[in-house]
């Protein structure tokens, strides 16, 4: 389930979002954030998708009560969304990844 | 799943939950918990995988969503529960799903509680936990602010946990008294907690009110929260009186008294008696403690006097405490009513009882123990403790002051008349200008007694019971009349009949 990072080495940001199977849920959020990402974010960017019925342990770290979750955990402090993430422009706003958003090519 | 209707039940071992409950909670099912802040809500989702561990060897988890888990790992190891070592062993594992203010995660869009369930599930499977606790809905819809979300999420969880076949509690906030809490839908069985101020006491009780497809006891129930134990349940109204009706009799210490009962107290029988500050209540305590035989052992619980007060009484009466006390054969427990609720005060008895194993137990007085109680409370806990005694076929005395010097009845006498076997009046006389004492049995179940009011007097030696008053009525009310010995006969048949109805 883990997507292919975008680039080698420590990336600028690390998100993870954690999932639970192949519910509509999860993978309404798993395209909405890969769409994210490719769409306005830079290659310093990686995303990894967990799915927390596969390694409960890795949710249990994370504390991970709701599904989906996506958390930024590079840089820190990380933070939290819970949702389907259905607006990337939130997403990137509320993770605060302004900063990493590819500057727009002319239309 | 058992072709039985009667739902299969989980022994809870929580102390008197299972005999309220008819056998503990629904097997492979989820219970509500609700009640309001201070109810004991996380204590009773503890001690419910506390008791699993201890009494049944069944792993627990525990789920917590408002306090960390070294919090609670601390606050309930407090009640003697070695939660640390239970997780080093295998034996009790937490979930946290409580989250630092800072993390408090912003929604967008729909979400479910997969995360929850994954961690659940993972948790249950390594420890083969049969027992799972959720503490508290509240927090999680504080955490995540969806409540119909959250809801629906529950009752998902609930599903999920019925397919492990665990048993669990989740516990809920209620913050209203008379209605029931949304959450109630999510499960077939809610269990209501209440702490509750009345004429200034604390009152705690746990309430079933419902389990789907099981029979259970209706009504709220007292419980009280022992240190070193935990919730402990008094399930008063489930208590049955048995009446093992022992014929065997035991001598009061009087052996004019034990005439007018008719050949004594009877050996598991509870006896109150009643009278005004001065008319030898201690002293007949005293006595009937004085008098054990050959293998009887007595306990004195003492709410009014300190042990030097009453080792000087006692002597006054020719009765030796601290030798009886020296040979293992008394022991005397004195206490302020003050420094504990009467719930307390019935656990510390029954422990008393339980170390020391005696056959005579004396309350001097129970009229100490009502000023701190609320009437009910107070029938309750004499209730409680008669039923304790008569089950351990011990013998009891009550004593219990009346507030007034001449006549009335006490408030004690009231409440608990019909609990006790027997009822012996102490009464101040006032006989032509003198004041004298009376001695009256009123009531003595299963056996004949003297129905005349008969003076005694206290001495060195204790009590001695004399003639009837033969020309004095209203001892009883108070209000005395002299009457002449040509009215005497008609007066006692007027005093039998308000006798017989009184009781």
Redesign the interface.
């Known amino acids: 389930m883990e997507s292919a990072p975008l680039a080698g080495g420590t990336p600028d940001v690390l998100l993870r979002l954690f999932v639970t199977g192949s519910s509509q849920r999860s993978l309404r959020a798993i395209e909405a954030v890969e769409g994210m990402c490719k769409e306005f974010l830079g290659n310093g960017v990686r995303l990894e998708v967990v799915d927390v019925s596969e390694t409960p342990d890795q949710a249990e770290h994370e504390k991970i009560l709701a599904t989906p979750t996506l958390i930024r955990q590079v840089p820190s402090p990380p933070r939290r969304l819970v949702g389907d993430m259905c607006e990337p422009e939130r997403v990137i706003q509320l993770l605060g990844l302004k900063e990493y958003v590819r500057p727009r090519r002319a239309e | 799943m058992s072709a039985s209707r009667e739902l299969k039940r989980l022994k809870t071992y929580i102390p008197g939950f299972d005999l309220i409950s008819n056998g503990g909670l629904p097997a492979g099912r989820t219970t509500l918990v609700s009640g309001g802040p201070g109810s004991a809500k996380t204590i009773l989702a503890g001690q419910f995988l506390a008791e699993g561990i201890k009494h049944a060897n069944e792993a627990g988890c525990f789920v917590t969503f408002e306090e960390k888990p070294e919090d609670i790992r601390r606050n309930l190891s407090s009640l003697g529960w070695e939660i640390a070592k239970w997780e080093a062993e295998g034996k009790w594992v937490f979930?946290?799903?409580s989250?630092h203010p800072?993390?408090e995660?912003?929604?967008?869009?729909?979400?479910?509680?997969?995360?929850?369930?994954?961690?659940i599930?993972?948790?249950v499977r390594k420890t083969g936990a049969r027992r799972v606790s959720l503490d508290s809905i509240g927090a999680?819809l504080i955490?995540?602010g969806r409540p119909t979300v959250i809801r629906r999420e529950l009752y998902r969880v609930a599903w999920q946990l019925r397919d492990m076949n665990v048993t669990s509690i989740i516990t809920a906030e209620h913050a209203g008294h008379a209605e029931a809490p949304v959450e109630e839908y999510v499960t077939d069985n809610v269990i209501i907690l209440r702490n509750t101020l009345e004429d200034e006491k604390r009152r705690r009780t746990l309430e079933i009110l419902k389990f789907r497809g099981a029979s259970h006891s209706r009504g709220e129930f007292p419980f009280t929260i022992s240190e070193d134990s935990g919730i402990i349940l008094l399930p008063l109204s489930s208590i049955e009186l048995r009446q093992k009706s022992s014929d065997k009799r035991i001598t009061s210490g009087i052996a004019e008294l034990d005439n007018m009962c008719g050949g004594g107290f009877y050996r598991d029988s509870v006896v109150l008696i009643s009278g005004a500050t001065g008319t030898g209540k201690t002293l007949t305590a005293t006595g009937f403690l004085a008098a054990l035989g050959e293998d009887e052992r007595g306990l004195l619980f003492a709410f009014e006097e300190s042990r030097d007060q009453l080792y000087r009484n006692a002597l006054g009466w020719g009765v030796d405490f601290p030798k009886l006390e020296g040979a293992g054969r008394l022991r005397i427990v004195c206490e302020y009513p003050e420094v504990a609720a009467p719930e307390d005060h019935l656990l510390r008895i029954k422990k008393h009882i339980e170390e020391f194993q005696p056959t005579r137990v004396a309350v001097d007085s129970l009229s100490a123990l009502e000023r701190i109680s609320t009437p009910r409370t107070f029938r309750e806990f004499v209730l409680a403790l008669t039923s304790y005694l008569k089950d351990k076929q011990i013998a009891g005395l009550f004593t219990s002051t009346t507030p007034s010097l001449l006549g009335g009845s006490t408030v004690t006498e009231a409440h608990i008349s019909s609990v006790t076997d027997s009822i012996i009046l102490l009464r101040y006389v006032e006989a032509f200008g003198e004041m004298r004492r009376g001695i009256a049995v009123l009531k003595m179940r299963g056996s004949q007694h003297d129905r005349s009011i008969r003076e005694y007097t206290i001495d060195s030696h204790g009590m001695h019971v004399g003639e009837p008053f033969r020309s004095i009525s209203g001892i009883l009310s108070g209000a005395f009349t002299h009457s002449t010995t040509s009215e005497l006969q008609t007066l006692e048949h007027l005093f039998d009949r308000t006798d017989a109805e009184d009781v």
């Open positions: 979930v946290d799903g989250l800072k993390d995660p912003v929604t967008i869009g729909d979400y479910d509680l997969g995360g929850l369930m994954a961690r599930d993972n948790a999680m955490q995540f």
